[in-house]
């Protein structure tokens, strides 16, 4: 996030290259930068004869470069966008003569999404020197609730943790559709007001009683009537509660639980760090810790593997998602 934000700050101090090379396997930041050069970097007058948007699907890399060594029309520069530049990956090379001496009066743009060059290659290496190679990476689940603190804060909202933890929980890591329903709060909800798991449920459509993340809480309390009546819900909604994405879930919580109980140093930092949670979180396995012993955590883990196995087909003898979910919990509690 900081890495891209640094690029469209260089771009509107006047710091612009000839060449951005936006590649990687999260699209998000790929398509901040790229929107922002298309809307931003051209007056309106000069977009109509110095602005061309290309898809990788419809040109070659020999028709990117024709298009980019033009000259500009009564313009500073010219820019020349390409969508979906992944889809010339197999010629990509041949954009290494260009890269040695770009076209100074031209922005070229290339929005190489998920694929990344060979650091080695000497296209890699002439991008680099003239121009900018930008990697956006996947951030990892734990990484994504501090991310939406950062994006609603920037949108002049807060967040409770657990609001965060439940969009994390329903919509996993996909920046881009994380970042629409934040859109949608900003319109609803005036500026200095904090979101909450109820705003989450009424705007979002997420249960905040009924969800993965309330399970696992249930779970870790030891509390089985909040935990059976969840699972009650979701065998009533198997599609919007897959049992696949649960077992994947609850197996986590004990993965990490097993981590918490072998730490030496258990402080709210080390714990936060090692298990890769928010330290908002960190008493959730403090109590879980102690409703659950070193010894059952691992027979738990241990008889996981054959839940999750069941719930993919594997020896499940025609179980439905309900029956499965209560042996989950049977196994858990008992």
Sequence with gaps: MDEAVKIVNDIKAGNIK????????????????TEYIENNLLSEDEKGFNQMVLYGRDVTVEDVIGHAKRYPMMAERQVVIVREAQELSRHIDKLDAYAENPQPTTVLVMAYKYKTLDKRKKVTKALEKNGLVFE?????????????????????LGIEPKAAAMLVEFLGNDLSRISNELD??????????????????????ISKDYNNFELRTAIGERNQLKAYRIADYFAQNPKDNPIVVTT???FSFFTQLLQYHGLKDKSQGNVAKTLRVSPFFVKDYELAARN????????????????DAKSKGVGANNMTQGDLLKELLVTIFN
């Design 18 to 33: 000839p060449i951005y090379f936006l590649m990687g396997d999260e699209p998000y930041y790929i398509d901040i930068i």
């Design 136 to 156: 956006s990476k996947k951030l990892y689940e734990n990484q994504v609730a501090t991310w939406i603190t950062r994006v609603i804060q920037g949108k002049g």
């Design 184 to 205: 949608k709060l900003k319109i609803i909800f005036p500026k200095g007001h904090t979101v909450t798991a109820k705003d989450i449920e009424v705007n979002i459509g």
């Design 248 to 250: 994947a879930m609850v």
């Design 292 to 307: 659950f012993p070193m010894k059952k955590v691992s027979a738990v883990v241990a008889k996981l593997r054959d839940v």
